[in-house]
């Protein structure tokens, strides 16, 4: 019975952990601005970031090391500094891209602009970090996130012709805008294949100490976990194709992404979608200050962990108490917060390379994994994502310049 | 199977950035744009009367609107289409000082208005 | 043992797991007319920047001997200290008497101490 709470409870927190500013804002956009016609893009990035979860997983079960600090055992420093700069950068971006989110939700709802709430967010994403432990983090405000199921409820009540759905799961190129087309393909490619969620999880995955009987948990958490996040994000696109797409509305900010649920709920349905994007990017804002501390202090072999007293790990609370407020500066400059998303996971895109590569390797060393090796399903996966990784990061730039 | 989608996706990357050019195009971007924007307007105009969204966001983004709006129109070379953008401009401003006085009455004419217009850019587009 | 696969680069911990650092260095005297010998691992900054550019260890360097617990000589551990090698190096050695951890003891006591609930 408890196995079977904790795998509920994995899934729930996977639904926060894979839903954020990014997963929101691009199906928005896809739906708006190419109906049905992206969906393929959510499913194979699903079925990618299902593998990688599961392996980031098993890898830290098995071992007792994270991915960050796999990586930088096996492959030595001097290759791991390449992803552990790239991902501070990419952490960066999309932190302020997670803050600029809540911001917004506010902002929606108070009237008063994101700029204002900068700081206040993220001296709130600093104060649940030094005075919570990893569960709140992840059970808390992952709990907090069951709310985006609002989106798949809309679904439903909105009637979508199965058919023109089903025809949107293969990859077919539109008429026109075909370079606006492929970038937000990349785009949703880039925000579902979230180098930061492996490295945060497979932390987890330490904090809460597992070991080789959490396969299992493991499996079920990263599969129906993410698979569940993965059907919230496509009912953001289903409905943002049922509701914007026939007015003509592209969601160019996120002032009219606000718009997606007042039609299904009435007022409801406003108040509901900015409590989405502020649970889920207030949820992901955590996250992704935690794991740049995580890959900072592993990096280093330094004392980490969300469970330990501040003073216990004393330079890994310092990177997030000044990573957090460094990267609330984006909005208070007034970056806009549906642009820097993007461009965060355009960014994302470009750096995947380096850091999926490594899993290939990893996962099949027995010093790491023993007998729990990948099988030739996860080696052909993982194989394929490479080679997708390859090229997402060759055309992620070109296609942000022609058609972002 | 990678090279394989290295370059195809090249190609199409040569392919679309040359089609992209023509003013003709661009000119169809410019009014979707507008488009997108002024839709967005209707649809908060629809919103708040039926009371589905707060006061400070229908204004906020009835400004955003008209702000994009404005800037999108710099780029409109046909007379004709910058005449009736000015028009748009003009409901724009109506609604949203109706919405200030909260003339829940008075905001339906410029709503009607807006809606023919947003469906003359409609038609433009698709020619 | 692979000693650049199995011990530079991995999670240094003492006696009781707790982690001080990792394996930035590894000191071999040569010998003439005998097999190198190895004889200590380093822990430190300057000795990891080293590794990455010559110019970037003084830079980092500069900086430790100006800012915070103003160290910039890496720890070096005698091989007689080590325990074991697994993934982890494991010595025998007590973290907190070591300066390995001083910049960690440096940010805990005139920063992190100072800053409610970081007690």
């Known amino acids: 019975m408890s196995k079977l709470l904790e795998i509920a409870l994995g899934i729930i927190t996977s639904i926060g952990g894979f839903l954020d500013v990014g997963a929101i804002a691009t199906a928005a956009e896809a739906g708006s601005s190419f109906k049905f016609q992206l969906i393929w893009a959510i499913l194979l990035g699903t079925v990618c970031v299902i593998f990688l979860v599961e392996m980031s997983g098993r890898l830290a079960a098995v071992s007792k090391h994270s991915l960050a600090s796999a990586m930088r055992e096996r492959f030595g420093f001097n290759f791991y500094i390449l992803p552990l700069v790239a991902e501070i950068i990419v952490d960066f971006l999309i932190l302020g891209a997670e803050i600029g989110g809540v911001c917004i939700a506010l902002q929606l709802v108070t009237g008063i602009s994101f700029q204002w709430w900068a700081l206040p967010v993220a001296f709130t994403v600093w104060l649940l970090l030094w005075k919570g432990n990893f569960s709140i983090i992840e059970n808390g405000v992952s709990f907090l996130g069951l709310v985006t199921l609002g989106f798949v409820v809309a679904t439903f009540k909105l009637r979508p012709d199965l058919p023109s759905l089903g025809s949107g799961a293969i990859p077919t190129l539109p008429q026109q805008d075909i370079t606006h087309y492929l970038f937000i393909a990349v785009s949703i490619l880039g925000a579902l294949i979230s180098p930061y969620l492996f490295y945060f999880y497979s932390s987890g995955a330490i904090e809460d100490k597992w070991d080789e009987s959490h396969l299992n948990i493991n499996r079920a958490v990263a599969g129906l976990g993410m698979g569940f996040g993965s059907v919230v994000s496509l009912g953001v696109l289903i409905v943002a194709a049922l509701v914007l797409n026939p007015r003509g509305i592209q969601v160019d900010s996120y002032e009219q992404a606000a718009l997606i649920l007042t039609q299904t709920f009435g007022y409801w349905g406003f108040i509901l979608f900015a409590a989405s994007l502020g649970i889920v990017c207030f949820g992901a804002a955590l996250e992704v200050n935690l794991d740049t501390a995580y890959i900072v202090a592993q990096a280093f072999g330094w004392n980490w962990g969300e469970n330990l007293h501040p003073q216990e790990a004393a330079r890994f609370s310092s990177v997030y108490t000044i990573f957090v407020f460094l990267a609330a500066l984006l909005m208070v400059f007034g970056i806009d917060p549906l642009q820097l998303t993007l461009f965060s996971m355009a960014l994302t895109a470009v750096i995947l390379p380096v850091v999926i590569t490594p899993f290939l390797v990893l996962m099949n060393d027995q010093e790491y994994v023993g007998n729990y090796r990948n099988g030739w399903i996860s080696n052909s996966v993982i194989i394929f994502t490479i080679a997708l990784a390859f090229v997402l990061a060759i055309v992620a730039i070109p296609l942000e310049i022609l058609g972002g | ?127 | 043992m692979d000693l650049i696969r199995d011990v530079l680069d991995n999670q240094l911990v003492d006696r009781h797991h707790r982690k001080m650092g990792k394996v930035d260095g590894i000191i071999i005297e040569l010998r003439d007319g005998q097999p190198p010998r190895l004889t200590d691992l380093e822990t430190g900054a300057t000795t990891l920047a080293r590794r990455l550019h010559p110019r970037l260890e003084r830079w980092i360097a500069a900086l430790e001997q100006r800012w915070g617990a103003k160290r910039s000589e890496p720890l070096r551990i005698p091989w007689a200290k080590v325990r074991q090698v697994g993934i982890d190096v494991e010595v025998d050695l007590e973290a907190e008497q070591t300066t390995a951890l001083a910049y960690e003891q440096w940010l805990r006591n005139h920063v992190i101490r100072h800053i409610p609930g970081g007690r």
């Open chain 2, 1 to 127: 199977m990678k090279s394989w989608l290295f370059t195809s996706s090249l190609l199409l990357l040569v392919l679309t950035a040359c089609r992209q050019a023509s003013p003709h195009d661009q000119q169809i971007k410019t009014l979707k744009t507008i488009h997108s924007w002024a839709a967005t307007a209707e649809m908060v105009g629809e919103a708040w009367t039926n009371g589905q969204i707060p006061n400070q966001y229908a204004q906020q983004t009835l400004a955003k609107s008209q702000a994009e709006i404005a800037q999108a129109r710099n780029e409109i070379t046909d007379t004709a289409i910058s005449v009736q953008i000015q028009q748009l401009d003009k409901v724009l401003a109506q609604i949203n000082s109706d919405i200030q006085q909260q003339h829940q009455s008075a905001i339906a004419e410029p709503l009607h208005q807006l809606t023919q217009i947003n469906q003359q850019l409609d038609a433009l587009i698709k020619q």
